[in-house]
């Protein structure tokens, strides 16, 4: 398997160069996303499925969705620096480079919290040790985390930027979403469930639903009216909203920050999953197509 | 019967990864977009459809088979539709000349 | 030679190719790409280093703190993009 992993680090080098220096827009764009797929085959050969979901629905789809609205929206490519700087800077990065891989080849990495999580993955309630870390364990990060993108949301909105407005794309697609949707929701609600015990969770789960619902946006098929992107947005909040009232219930109730009460972990880990899926869901759709008032292609 | 199962199942992927091969090939030597498309939404359906079915074949549990065969279904419906869109793009007056 | 060692070297490979551009560039949206793929060369590193391939021990520390990543970095692009839309729209004028 060794030469399998060596083929697509070649692979996923070159997709990454090709990427950033093309000159047309398009290719360097799908380059990019050909980059998040190879990088999700990567993580399933270093036994993460459950990032590897993550990168091939976020970090390639959603992702590459962004980049082409935005390629379109800005415009062709500006000249670059070119010269002595472009030099100097190439033989500093490639140092750098170098330096890394050889501090992470030879240094010692022991890998410190696997047998500690295994210890205590009783006690967080649910069997998937990823989601023990990300629901349980580490729930101040994730609690962060969802901050973080309730602050971007709030950043797009208060720009006030400009709306997709679909555009009429035949026949074809109303069959696409008839199907697509219900397998999609479906999808989500197994990615949720099964984020208990096996790779999954809220945050894939919440990346299909939200490329549906991009894709039911995009072919028109779906109300982009001011009150629908009003109860999205209240939708995108309403995930922190819960998260925060969780944590503090849990405080009044055991008297520890996010410590789930004993016997219960699970029924709180889903339900605080659920609310996450639906909110991340409204608020990866809203980052793409947009608040704002004015409707321009 | 598992011995017919799994070579069967490995003729299917054999199979599914020329075809892909082809796809790749059309993909590279062919001129132009349309033709180009011709190639890769009816080679490409077909060779992933394969592989799906010959790992049905060879896992063989029923809670394994169920989700490749909606890989199958939603691969057929986004080719379809996708090279349906993409070649939209490009013809005048929308597809419709 | 292990797979750990193929990783640790794309990550790293990554990670300078992101800097290089990301030094050089002009361009907005080429520059946020190459955010990404220094976010990517990163994670990469991260997950190789808590993968054990000899003994098979995954640490899934590393892996949600980059499930976070992937997800902080979506919301980062999508207000860089806005950002830069709006950058864009302001120099029209």
Known sequence: MIAFDIVLAVGIVFCAVCALTRRDRMASIAAFIVLGLLVALSWIRLAAPDVALAEAAIGAGLTGALLLRAAQRLGPLRPEAGGRLAVSTAIVAAGLGCGLAWVFAVAPAPVVYAPLVTERLEMSGVTNPVTAVLLNFRAWDTLLEIAVLVAALLLVSLLGGRRIVPAHLGELTLPFARIVTPVAILIAGHLLWQGSSAPGGAFQAGAVLAGAMIGLVLAGHAHTGAAVVRSALILGLSGLAVFVLAALGSEVLTGHFLGYPVGAEKIWIIGIEAALTLSIAATLCLLFTGLGQRKVR | ?97 | MTPDLVYHVTGAGLIGVALWRLSTCRDMLRRIMALNVLAVGIAMLLLATGHDAVAAITDPVPQAFVLTGIVVLVAVTAALLALAEQLEDKADE
């Open chain 2, 1 to 97: 019967m598992s011995a017919f199962f799994s070579i069967l199942g490995i003729g299917l992927i054999a199979t599914g990864v020329g075809f892909l091969a082809l796809a790749a090939l059309g993909l590279w030597r062919l001129p132009d977009l349309l033709s180009r498309l011709h190639v890769l939404t009816k080679a490409d359906t077909a060779g992933l459809s394969l592989i799906a079915l010959g790992a049905a074949c060879l896992t063989g549990t029923r809670a394994e088979i169920l989700p490749l065969m909606l890989c199958v279904l939603l691969i057929a419906i986004s080719g379809a539709t996708v090279g349906q869109l993409i070649a939209r793009s490009v013809t005048p007056r929308g597809g419709r000349s």
